[in-house]
């Protein structure tokens, strides 16, 4: 078995901390139904996708730019008899060619790591009808706990992304900024992180039984295994959290502010 992001992820459904009941929370306050026209960009196996759809019953579409992936949250969409409403296509989060105003509620559930998530509201409020939802999801600092963090996972937080990590309400305020409004958020409790990276232990030592692993398959796995490290034994579990932003966008008669729209 030759370690890649499909094998560490071989036992998780969602590729974030994110949980079902934080998920279904969110969405439940978009009016969803057979008529709703819901994309997840970024959409891994389909976690997300999935759970929509059997949730609200509506049609989504989720974009990966992984092949493994995509075919993957196929294969879980026909087993789970919702491939009448999941379509996954394949194309990065950056390749979003659909109309401007098509989607009731764009979803982008950011890694557990560092994650530029204002620009991902850049990219997908334009796709999304006035009035409409997006849902956003990132890691983000516990209140007060940057301080508290060792050298280490400060300098984690803060060399992966332009704004590196951010407190939740810091990242309301800018949300609003960009003409956003943050109607709710949910923070995963640690349970969710522990039900997050469990699976991701169990596929690396799953890889590491395997016999002939070159000294670049055994880095790979080295690399992945420092990562649930430092959330287990260097902080993170302390001071990182993960949180999900549900996000109006104006109407037609709202005057935006100096952001998005």
């Known amino acids: 078995m030759t370690p890649d992001p499909f094998e560490r992820y071989q036992h998780n459904l969602h590729l974030s901390p994110i949980s079902t009941p934080s998920l279904e929370a969110l969405a439940g306050r978009c009016g969803l139904g057979r008529e709703s026209a819901v994309l997840d960009a970024a959409c891994g196996k ?22 493994e992936f995509a075919e993957e949250a196929r ?88 704004a590196g990590v951010r407190e939740a309400e810091a ?12 109607v709710d958020h949910r923070v995963e409790p640690d349970a969710s992180w522990e039900s997050f990276y469990a699976p991701q232990a169990r596929a690396i030592l799953e890889s590491r039984r395997e016999s002939g692993l070159s000294s670049r398959e055994r880095e790979t796995l080295d690399r992945w295994q420092r990562e649930l490290e430092l959330f287990h034994s260097g902080g993170g579990r302390e ?13 037609r008669d709202e005057t935006p502010g100096a952001g998005i729209r």
């Open 46 to 67: 389909g976690g997300a996708c999935l759970v929509l759809a059997r949730r609200f019953g509506c049609p989504v579409v989720g974009v990966e730019a992984r092949p």
């Open 75 to 162: 294969r879980l969409a026909l087993f789970s008899d919702l491939a009448h409403l999941v379509d996954v296509v394949e194309g990065g989060p950056g390749e979003l060619l659909f109309d401007e105003g098509y989607f009731d509620l764009a979803l982008r559930l950011g890694p557990a790591r560092p994650f530029p998530v204002l620009e991902a509201a850049r990219r997908l409020s334009p796709l999304v009808r006035p009035g409409g939802w997006m849902i956003l999801g990132a890691v983000v600092w516990k209140p007060g706990a940057r301080a508290a963090a060792p050298e280490a996972l400060r300098a984690w937080a803060g060399a992966a992304a332009p």
């Open 239 to 251: 001071v990182l959290a993960y949180a999900s932003f549900l996000l109006r966008l104006p109407d």
């Open 171 to 182: 990242l309301r305020r800018d949300f609003a900024a960009e003409g956003l409004e943050a």
